[in-house]
């Protein structure tokens, strides 16, 4: 059974920068696409990007340009560098695994970690 555990989040100034992590259980996240998502108070849960298993990245257009999604199989881990933070991007950030198997795509979230910025 595949586990995916955030970490990273906090509060911070507008303008500033956090990098959030993700780190996956079971040999299954290497052949892995893995996105973040975000969920701010009241609203639905939106995308923010994603990254194949083959490194391959997109991005929401909301963040284009100030985050950055990268990923190290070797520790099973995604990170989302996010630079030039808006009050605007305050939301918990949830990392999402789709895994492609002969028995269909997976979808497994993680528990969400708290980012807040604010002056």
């Known amino acids: 059974q595949v586990q995916l555990v955030e970490s990273g989040g906090g509060l911070v100034q507008p303008g500033g920068s956090l990098r959030l992590s993700c780190t996956a259980s079971g040999s299954i996240f290497s052949r892995s696409a893995m996105g973040w998502y975000r969920q701010a108070p009241g609203k639905q849960r939106e995308w923010v990007a994603t990254?194949?298993?083959?490194?391959?990245?997109t991005y929401a257009d909301s963040v284009k340009g100030r985050f950055t999604i990268s990923r190290d199989n070797a520790k099973n881990t995604v990170y989302l560098q996010m630079n030039s933070l808006k009050p605007e991007d305050t939301a918990v950030y949830y990392c999402?695994?789709?895994?492609?198997?002969?028995?269909?795509?997976?979808?497994?979230w993680g528990q969400g970690t708290q980012v807040t910025v604010s002056s």
């Open positions: 990254i194949s298993s083959g490194s391959r990245v």
């Open positions: 999402r695994a789709d895994f492609a198997s002969a028995l269909g795509t997976r979808n497994y």
